[in-house]
């Protein structure tokens, strides 16, 4: 078993900045994809950011430039930060690790941005 723990979330004044983490712990070994979704009020949940074991990072175009994702191996822990926070970046963000050759697909229980002023 694989548990993820998120955190890191709050409320935030349009143009601020968090920094999200997502540790996992448990059965892990392997090679393994770590990322990040989101799903705002009403709508289906999208792949924000995702990175693989040997550093590859891809982006959803709403957030190039304003979140970066990283990942510390050691720690099995995947980290997103974010800048320029917008109202639309609100959404419950879930952390995502999956292993492709164990066919093991594990999801965290979300945390929650809120950006207002």
């Known amino acids: 078993q694989v548990q993820l723990v998120e955190s890191g979330g709050g409320l935030v004044q349009p143009g601020g900045s968090l920094r999200l983490s997502c540790a996992a712990s448990?059965?892990?070994?392997?090679?393994?994809?770590m990322r990040w979704h989101r799903q705002a009020p009403g709508k289906q949940r999208e792949l924000v950011a995702g990175?693989?074991?040997?550093?590859?990072?891809n982006y959803a175009d709403s957030v190039k430039g304003r979140f970066t994702i990283s990942r510390d191996n050691a720690k099995n822990t995947v980290y997103l930060q974010i800048n320029s926070l917008k109202p639309e970046d609100t959404a419950v963000y879930y952390c995502n690790v999956q292993f492709p050759v164990r066919a093991l697909d594990v999801w965290g229980k979300g945390i929650l941005i809120t950006v207002s002023s």
């Open positions: 990175i693989s074991w040997d550093g590859n990072t």
């Open positions: 448990g059965s892990i070994f392997g090679l393994f994809y």
